[in-house]
């Protein structure tokens, strides 16, 4: 068969054709360059990241006919043996399949003897973490001393399944996943190579299905270049020939959930079930598509974390942009705890639209701090004794204003002036003459000076408020009105000329949060305002008891007393009654 997969037609020869993962090959040439490389080197990561590749150009490296060298000819015999896979002196073993006990004795029999033509005989062992325990411990020797020809390089996916023994004896090289700006760019450059266009969008939707596996995506555009015809691939028919969801729908549910569109997200969820897409893989796109608004709303649209393109980066940030962390965050955790409900589910299409339409119903204003707010307030009109009012803003600012007195109000509650009387007479005056103008006149200024005490002229300079405790309180009513409501119950008195203790009795664990948090701020105000330090003290629960068992003990006092042998003795005798108990 002459073709070639693209996943082995351009697989990488040298350290610098690899993809994604510089930070291991930068560090494998400067060792190999320095002449500083470990006879055991382990590479772990995830699947299709590069790890038996970069095993392969190691091993070329090192026995190139112009090495060790970092750069390796890819021409000499020993070079286009390893390429091949058939290099007598270089061994590649699946440990999956030679696990056992007795072939790692064979093999540590056989590291004994020269390499034939290569200068190191090296064996790479693919999958090592699948070898038995017993076969670990026959390799522990030979690995910690090999000979100086020879060199162990292994390969895993799942490095915590290899004993400890073997790691401590071994150079370590984590290989992460590649990123998808990564991933995209080697697509694009190898449909170029292969004379094929295909959209930019597209290439994008193939590396993240990888989800960091440059093979897989090769794998996928292999699917795609397979099925294209004429040289031009267009993006529906990468979608219909991989089964791979459209970024948009995501796009076009989150819109429908912000906008409280029912109607809409049903017909979305309708649309998607019937081109064939597996609702249950929608809706962990739909969890992870959430989770890249919530990585966005928070860390910004330059983030890394979000592993999308700079365009869906900038679509979900615009969208975003009016909306709060607390809002996406409902969202994605409403999300995930009803995950379990859609994975087994019998009628999958059913569960996953009563959870988007639960989703409708997440009110986007309802935030802890609105919340608090409100409880503060309601706290305070409780304590006071003041009307209940529905305030208008959420604010911790809002003030509810007491209406002061009209001045037909102040005349009706004014006593009426008294009536002069002359001497020697009993009874009132004429109303006539000089006097009983005076008189007039006098009770006129005494109702205008009582009216400008009730209504002060709101022009002259406030009265200063004394450095009292109710001043205090007074003070912090407004900026701090649950403080307010929890300091007006308390006792204060003053220790000492700069300190002031408040008592308090037992609170719940809520307010002792809030009263920890602002105690700080209390104190600094009441060294502004009064001068002193201000102490707070909580009294215990076993210090403070609760009336109703207070009650309680007093009326069993009662008929303890009443049923003593001597109040009923006396009863008897006297053939009388208890009349006050």
Not at 132 to 148: G, I, M, R
Not at 469 to 479: D, K, M, P, T, Y
Not at 541 to 570: D, F, G, M, Y
């Amino acid at each position: 068969m002459s073709y070639q997969v693209l996943a082995l037609k351009y697989r990488p020869r040298t350290f610098d054709e690899v993809v994604g993962q510089g930070h291991v090959t930068t560090t494998l040439t400067n060792a190999i360059a320095s002449d500083r490389v470990a006879h055991a080197i382990l590479f772990t990561g995830p699947r299709g990241t590069g790890k038996t590749t970069i095993a392969r150009i190691l091993a070329k490296a090192m026995n190139c006919t112009t090495g060790p060298t970092p750069t390796p000819c890819n021409a000499c015999k020993i070079c286009t043996a390893i390429t091949q896979g058939h290099c007598a002196d270089v061994f590649e073993i699946d440990g999956a399949s030679n696990n056992s006990v007795d072939q790692i004795r064979d093999l540590r029999e056989n590291v004994t003897y020269m390499p034939s033509s290569a200068t190191y005989k090296i064996y790479i062992i693919d999958e090592v973490h699948m070898l038995s325990t017993a076969a670990f411990n026959a390799l522990l020797k030979t690995l910690e001393e090999p000979p100086d020809h020879v060199m162990f390089i292994f390969a895993t996916t799942e490095v915590h399944k290899i004993p400890a023994t073997i790691l401590s004896r071994c150079q370590r090289h984590d290989l992460g996943r590649i990123s998808l700006s990564s991933i995209s760019d080697h697509l694009q450059d190898l449909c170029t190579r292969e004379e094929f266009q295909v959209e930019q969008q597209s290439l994008d939707l193939i590396a993240r299905e990888a989800d960091g596996s440059i093979r897989d995506a090769l794998s996928l555009l292999d699917r795609v270049l397979s099925a294209g015809t004429a040289g031009k691939i267009a993006h529906q028919s990468v979608l219909d020939g991989l089964g791979i969801l459209d970024r948009q729908l995501l796009h076009d549910i989150s819109g429908a959930i912000f906008e409280r569109n029912g109607a809409r997200l049903i017909d979305i969820i309708e649309q998607v079930n019937s081109s064939g897409i597996d609702l249950k893989k929608y809706y962990s796109d739909l969890i992870l598509h959430f989770r890249n608004l919530n990585v966005i709303k928070i860390c910004g649209q330059d983030s890394r974390v979000a592993n999308i393109t700079d365009t869906e980066k900038e679509q979900i940030f615009q969208t975003v942009s009016g909306l709060s962390p607390g809002f996406i965050h409902a969202i994605l955790q409403t999300l995930l705890d009803q995950e379990s409900l859609v994975k087994y589910s019998s009628h999958t299409k059913t569960a996953v639209e009563m959870v988007l339409l639960k989703l409708v119903h997440i009110n986007p204003g309802a935030q802890i701090d609105d919340i608090i707010s409100r409880l503060d307030l309601l706290v305070r009109h409780i304590d006071s004794g003041l009307p209940d009012a529905t305030p208008q803003d959420s604010s911790d600012n809002y003030t509810p204003v007491q209406a002061l007195p009209s001045d037909d109000t102040v005349r009706e509650e004014m006593p009426a002036p008294p009536v002069p009387k002359t001497v020697g007479s009993q009874g009132p005056a004429p109303a006539m003459g000089l006097d009983q103008d005076r008189n007039n006149d006098q009770d006129k200024d005494r109702c205008q000076d009582r009216n400008q005490e009730l209504h002060p002229n709101r022009d002259s300079e406030p009265a200063r408020e004394k450095p009292t405790w109710q001043g205090f309180l007074n003070r912090i009513e407004q900026s701090l009105p649950f403080m307010f409501a929890l300091l007006s119950k308390g006792k204060a008195k003053e220790i000492s000329p700069q300190e002031i203790l408040v008592e308090l009795n037992a609170c719940s664990s809520f307010d002792e949060q809030r009263l920890d948090s602002k105690q700080q701020e209390l104190q600094t105000m009441c060294r502004e305002f009064l001068g002193k330090e201000l102490n707070i003290q909580v009294l215990s629960q076993k210090n403070t008891i609760p009336q109703t068992n207070k009650k309680k003990k007093e009326r069993q006092a009662r008929q303890t007393a009443l049923n003593h042998p001597l109040v009923l003795e006396a009863k008897k005798i006297f053939d009388g009654e208890i009349i006050n108990q």
